[in-house]
């Protein structure tokens, strides 16, 4: 990592408060260049708290952009962080409208040229796309990271019309320990305490939301770009990682944006901005590369970022399983349109007779973090184990040439079941000659979203019929000597809910199964795809303060033998007790458990628990916030239970809990 010190320009910032049409004025950090010119604007949009959760992650990169002359500005959503108002649900109007007046705003000021940009990673990266489909004038270009453009199949919600217990459930409590936190009275001043129980009094758990909308209905198609592409009038930089559950979207923008205003590039990542090093690597002067595109659409600069491939991607080389890699194996590719006709869709007929799948429910303990951020234990171990409990079709690695493949892999199998409901998972490994698994892809679909995700269809007890659906996307490299493994599993705990019955399983067919993958072929073009080393600016200067406690284990699965008890304990890992410069001591501590028994898929339980503290010891100021976020089933419904404490110093200003049951329409 290469630490900038110097720039083309000077800069200074300043903290401000941009106005509303409803009065409510929303907290901003603006960093900008010492110049009498006007410079276009950039703008992140986020509730992540820009004096203090994401701070030392602005300073890598917005005091960058200013040096090279853009107003850079962070801004925290309504209701969160040091912004007025009350939070609301992810994306909703009021947001999106807010983020179309700030852009406005922005274009507006005496110091802009009128040309703003857009940019961020998850959600600044969803609701950059998300505003750029409302077409505000000023907003030229926009740089998505790790985003989605479709919000029921391709989020922390559902997967192939499956609940997503993992993320469904530790999102939501994420969220409400993230809208339980008060403004900071440095930054908002003394009325603070006021806006802090009026922001509480409004709080409500998202889950709620969410499972009230288990097809994809108009609540999920709101702030899904993939409903009208045609509506983006912005020209769009997507960037993914193989390691980010949101990699396909990058895929989709390429296919379906005019090719004169859309570029796409994938690498190895998690789900981290790709210059900041964190695993897997290779890391890249993703800000350099971002510049070019700000300074093409921006300041009109004939740079040739326009003249790169339409898709920049990496291919993994084959690999030994392990949960972290400094550096992935693999290569850069480049292809001049998507699909892209360096990949040929190659068709792999399934072997052998019937089989029963009937996995065990704790099928999935080693499917790794929904959300890879770079962490030791963020990726999946060897999948032998998971192998064992499913059933596993091979094909071997011709002799002389690796099977490369970029794309989305396919799967059709015939099924027979004999219950209305079920699931299935297909995984997709790399099997090296000493036998170790690797997981490369996966995906899953709920049987009963078969014919739509929009509908809930039950299965005819007893019938047989093919579905079809599509792993997440890869690039990968199957050498020689190896074997293609296609497993197939009826459970994935506790990525996927389960359903009463589903531990029934059923039985697959391989005559009409097979497994697509899509094959690419070398291009010439693929040796000219590179990238500076990464640097950004200087940092923060946070402090981490020493502890003598032994840290928790950032995945642990317990398994109780006689009761056939199985617990993952989950440590995020999220950012821990730190300093920042300002005097602002932060504790943040978080964990998520997840049990179920292997035998009944109603034992399924999830629980997360966060603890918050902030402290300005200069202000006498000492805040506090614990919520405990609790999700189970039976036959008929979700039941879930959340509570929220928050104190000044001892004293409880709120205790709220809520405690709802949600019918299990589909999901």
């Known amino acids: 990592m290469i630490i900038r010190t110097e720039f083309p320009y000077e800069t200074t910032h300043d903290d401000v408060r941009i106005p509303m049409r409803d009065g409510v004025e929303l907290y901003a950090r603006i960093w900008r260049p010492l110049t009498d010119e006007p410079v276009p604007a950039l703008l992140e949009y986020l509730p992540y708290r820009l004096t203090d959760w994401t701070a030392p992650r602005d300073w890598q990169r917005h005091p960058w952009y200013a040096g090279h002359g853009y107003a850079s500005v962070r801004v925290d959503v309504r209701g969160h962080g040091n912004s007025d108002g009350r939070p609301g649900d992810e994306y909703d109007a009021q947001e999106l409208a807010d983020g179309v007046a700030v852009v406005e705003w922005l274009a507006a000021q005496p110091w802009c040229t009128g040309s703003v940009g857009m940019f961020g990673i998850s959600w600044g990266g969803f609701n950059s796309l998300q505003i750029a489909a409302l077409a505000p004038e000023p907003l030229k270009a926009i740089v998505t990271v790790c985003s989605t453009d479709d919000r029921y199949d391709n989020d922390v919600h559902y997967m192939g019309g499956s609940v997503l217990a993992v993320d469904m459930h530790a999102w939501a409590a994420t969220m409400l320990a993230f809208a339980a936190r008060p403004p900071d009275p440095l930054y908002a001043g003394e009325g603070w305490r006021e806006q802090w129980l009026s922001r509480l009094e409004s709080v409500e758990p998202l889950i709620h939301t969410w499972l009230s909308h288990q097809t994809r209905d108009g609540y999920w198609k709101h702030g899904s770009v993939c409903e009208d592409y045609g509506a983006i009038g912005a020209a769009v930089l997507a960037v993914g990682g193989w390691h980010d559950p949101y990699r396909d979207t990058v895929l989709r923008l390429v296919e379906h944006l005019p090719a004169d205003r859309v570029r796409g590039l994938i690498g190895p990542w998690s789900h981290q901005y790709p210059d900041r090093g964190l695993p897997p690597g290779p890391a890249i002067g993703f800000l350099q590369e971002t510049l070019r595109w700000w300074d093409h659409w921006l300041k009109g600069a004939d740079n040739g970022v326009m003249d790169e491939p339409l898709l920049r991607s990496w291919i993994s080389d084959s690999h030994p399983p392990r949960t972290v890699y400094q550096e992935m194996p693999g290569r850069w590719v480049a292809d001049p349109a998507w699909p892209s006709p360096n990949v040929t869709p190659v068709a792999y007929a399934f072997q052998g007779e019937p089989v029963l799948v009937r996995s065990p429910q704790h099928t999935g303990v080693d499917a790794g973090r929904f959300f890879p951020f770079g962490n030791d234990a963020d ?289």
Request: hydrophobic fraction near 35%; charge should be negative; proline fraction near 9%.
């Open 379 to 667: 990726l999946p171990p060897d999948q032998r184990e998971e192998d064992a409990k499913s059933a596993c079709f091979e094909f071997p690695v011709p002799v002389g040439s690796a099977v490369e493949v970029l794309g989305r892999p396919s799967v059709t199998v015939r099924l027979r079941m004999d219950v209305p409901y079920g699931q299935v998972i297909a995984r997709l490994c790399d099997v090296a000659p000493d036998g170790s698994s690797t997981l490369v892809t996966r995906g899953a679909l709920n049987l009963s979203a078969r014919t739509g995700r929009d509908r809930a269809v039950p299965w005819p007890a007893g019938a047989w019929e093919a579905v079809t659906f599509d792993l997440n996307g890869i690039g990968h490299s199957f050498p020689p000597g190896h074997r293609i493994r296609l497993a197939l599993s009826s459970a994935y705990w506790p990525w996927i809910w389960p359903r009463a019955g589903s531990e029934a399983g059923w039985t697959v067919d391989p005559t009409g199964s097979t497994l697509t993958l899509p094959v690419r072929s070398p291009s010439p073009a693929d040796g000219s795809v590179a990238f500076e080393a990464p640097e950004q600016s200087e940092p923060l200067g946070v402090s981490f303060p020493v502890t003598l406690d032994e840290p928790r284990p950032e995945r642990l699965v317990v398994r109780d033998v006689a009761r056939g008890m199985w617990r993952l304990e989950v440590d995020p890992r999220y950012g821990g007790t730190r300093v920042y410069p300002d005097g602002l001591e932060f504790g943040e501590d978080t964990a998520e458990v997840y049990e179920i028994q292997e035998a009944d898929p109603l034992s399924a339980r999830a629980r997360s628990e966060w603890r918050i503290r902030l402290h300005r010891p200069e202000l006498g100021w000492d805040a506090r916030v614990e919520t405990r976020s609790e999700t189970s089933c039976d036959e008929g419904g979700f039941l879930t239970l959340n509570e929220v404490v928050c104190r000044e110093g001892e004293e409880v200003v709120f205790h709220h809990t809520w405690e709802r049951r949600l019918p299990r329409a589909a999901g």
